[in-house]
């Protein structure tokens, strides 16, 4: 696992990225712990930015379980679905050639309140507010955000996302990626 550590305001955050497998495909584990070591409450959330570029393809269709769209879209709790998909070039090619795929729901992940995709521009610049783009999409991105949440001190909220579907191999000292 690779393990980062940031702190705002009192407020330990730890991303902890690991390879996995889940339901049998090579993934990463993205997870976040944010732990309040304040005397006071501090209101924390997560946004998760993701660049969908596939091997040359920086205009990578995305689908969800509720289908393929070329237009960003939005989905809000508890409309979130389960998984969403990167495709190199088509939604509509076999499952042979699947790329990437976000899972939102099961296993370690935990549903984010908020999951948008659509162009890179109109997301990259995000801090944490954001406006809907129902757009044609030329350079896809999605976003995940868990809301803020209001933390008391020496309280710890974790977050955590599957994304994967390349190849992953892990050797003692070293991880290798693709």
Same mark, same amino acid.
């Not at 998760?48 to 393809?57: R, V």
């Not at 190199?88 to 042979?96: I, K, L």
């Given at each position: 696992s690779?393990?980062?550590? $940031?702190?705002?305001?009192?407020? %330990? !955050?730890?991303?902890?990225?690991t390879p996995?497998y889940f339901g049998?495909? =090579?993934m990463i584990?993205i997870?976040?712990y944010?732990e309040n070591?304040?005397?006071v409450?501090h209101?924390?959330g997560?946004l ?10 920086d ?20 409309e979130i679905?389960g998984?969403?998909?990167a495709?190199?070039?088509?939604? $509509?090619?076999?499952?042979?050639? %699947? !790329?990437?795929?976000g ?8 549903? =984010?309140?908020r999951f948008?995709y659509?162009d890179?521009?109109r997301?990259s610049?995000?801090?944490?507010d ?9 350079d896809s991105?999605?976003?995940?955000r868990?809301?803020a949440?209001l933390l008391?001190?020496?309280e ?8 994967g ?9 070293e991880i290798?990626?693709?």
């Open positions: 690779i393990y980062c550590y $940031f702190e705002v305001s009192d407020v %330990l !955050i730890t991303q902890v990225t996995v049998g495909n =090579p584990l997870e976040y944010l070591r304040d005397d409450s209101s924390v997560v998760l930015f993701l660049d969908t570029m596939i091997d040359s393809s205009n990578a269709p995305i689908a969800t379980e509720y289908g393929y769209s070329h237009i960003g879209q939005e989905y809000v709790y508890p679905p998984y969403w998909q495709f190199e070039h088509s939604p $509509f090619q076999p499952d042979s050639l %699947l !790329i990437g795929e899972i939102l729901m099961g296993g370690d992940a935990i549903c =984010p309140d948008v659509g890179f521009g997301y610049g995000v801090f944490w954001y406006t809907v783009y129902e757009e044609e999409y030329y991105s999605v976003l995940l868990w809301d949440a008391p001190p020496g710890t909220r974790s977050v955590a996302t599957y994304y579907l390349g190849s992953a191999e892990t050797v003692p000292g290798r990626l693709s």
